[in-house]
């Protein structure tokens, strides 16, 4: 046996332990609490969808390596997607990659575009992997935060604006937001992009929640703006709007040359993924308006059925415009520490949620938010609910 006096997990990654989904997942396993922590939905997506992975499977499509963009029906249907709900024109063969989920696409991105000490301002707080895909890649992370205002939590144009520097190389935006629920508007967005232009910036966007978006608020991809098409890696993933989270297929769009310069390092991540589903996300793709209308319906119950229970619990609740998590803030309950409120909350009450905290550069911000997921059955959110109100003070 050796032992050395070198740290195994190299500097870049130090900071980075369990990630807070695995964590919080185990922690459910264990205690046998309903788990709103990490987004998965307890139910699958379409059965027509299922089968089309059977049948490739069984058909001998996706078997073997496929290609390295992506197998062509998908990159088809996923060119198709973009013009039929946004009016964005892509080529399928030059302009799509498909990646293994959302996750890969967001590494890839990073990895491919970044040089070591360039600056990349994310919006926080920010789902986990985007800091340490930062790190990896030797970039260095400058969060603008989203503070609570009027009831959700919002962008200050100004801090962002104020937070470019020479050395800033790319704009991290995630929109449907993850955990706030946050959806930018048309006017953010539009500044954003002018931002961009104005001091020559590349965008990756993160659209994996596109279709959840509620009350009539629209999701509007950063592509779609003047000046944008060139600058922006678009990201979007089958995992949220299809309900296949364990597919992980996923895929970024862009212009053939950052298309390049983030498939130059998706080679050597996972080459290639998901074959056989690659198939049927592409017949999911397709599917009618009526589909991607239902599920919305569907999920704005769900969010509903939980706003309602956690305001009744005594939480205060940031109503969700998108996505499908919900942030509560627990000052209400008499607690200050979402860290250990989460910790604590499956022995109290047999739930699991997660803390914002985890998502900020500085915890402290972050300290008393708690994001509930709300992307499961009802008869479960109504059990969650109940033994929330049951929690005692
Ligand atoms: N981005 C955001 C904002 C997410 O919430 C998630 C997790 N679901 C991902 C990316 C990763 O997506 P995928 O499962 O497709 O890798
Ligand atoms: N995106 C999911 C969430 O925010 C979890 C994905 C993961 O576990 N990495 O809960």
New binding site residues.
């Given amino acids: 046996m050796t032992s050395s006096a070198r740290p195994r997990r190299n500097r870049r990654l130090a900071e980075f332990g369990t990630?807070i989904?695995?964590e919080m997942s185990a922690l459910a396993e264990r205690t046998g609490a309903i788990n709103l922590?990490?987004?998965?939905p307890d139910t699958d997506g379409p059965e027509t969808v299922r089968e089309a992975a059977v049948r490739a499977l069984r058909d001998g499509r996706g078997n073997q390596y496929p290609p390295g963009l992506g197998v062509p029906e998908l990159r088809t249907a996923i060119a198709a997607h973009q013009q039929r709900w946004y009016a964005l024109s892509l080529d399928p063969d030059r302009e799509v990659l498909v990646t293994a989920g959302a996750?890969e696409a967001l590494a890839a991105s990073l990895l491919g575009l970044l040089e070591p000490g360039d600056e990349v301002i994310a919006l926080e707080p920010y789902?986990?992997?985007y800091a340490a895909c930062i790190a990896m890649a030797g970039g260095r992370r400058v969060p603008v935060t989203l503070r609570p205002n009027g009831g959700s939590f919002r962008l200050d144009l100004d801090e962002l604006q104020t937070a470019v520097t020479n050395r800033t190389r790319l704009l991290l935006v995630n929109t449907p937001h993850?955990?706030t629920g946050t959806v930018l508007t048309r006017e953010e967005l539009k500044a954003i992009a002018e931002l961009a232009v104005a001091r020559d910036l590349l965008v990756v966007t993160d659209e994996v929640y596109e279709h959840l978006v509620f009350d009539g608020a629209e999701h509007v991809p950063l592509a779609a703006f003047p000046g944008m098409r060139e600058r922006t890696v678009t990201i979007g993933s089958a995992a949220k709007t299809f309900s296949f989270?364990g597919w992980k297929v996923g895929w970024a769009t862009a212009t053939p040359e950052l298309i390049d310069a983030v498939r130059s390092a998706k080679q050597f991540l996972t080459f290639v993924c998901s074959g056989p589903f690659q198939y049927a996300v592409a017949e999911a793709l397709a599917l009618p308006d009526s589909y991607f209308a239902d599920f919305r319906a569907d999920m704005s119950a769900k969010r509903d059925v939980l706003t309602t229970g956690l305001r009744r619990a005594g939480f205060q609740v940031f109503d969700p415009a998108g996505t499908y998590?919900v942030t509560t803030d627990i000052r209400p309950l008499g607690e200050v520490d979402g860290t250990a409120f989460c910790r604590s909350l499956p022995e109290r009450s047999g739930v699991v949620a997660?803390p914002n905290a985890v998502f900020y550069d500085q915890p402290k911000a972050g300290e008393p938010f708690v994001r509930f997921?709300f992307c499961k059955r009802k008869d479960v959110l109504d059990e969650a609910v109940a033994r929330l109100q049951r929690l005692t003070r």
């Fill in positions: 990630t989904f695995a922590g990490q987004g998965f996750t789902y986990d992997s993850n955990p989270t998590f997660i997921a």
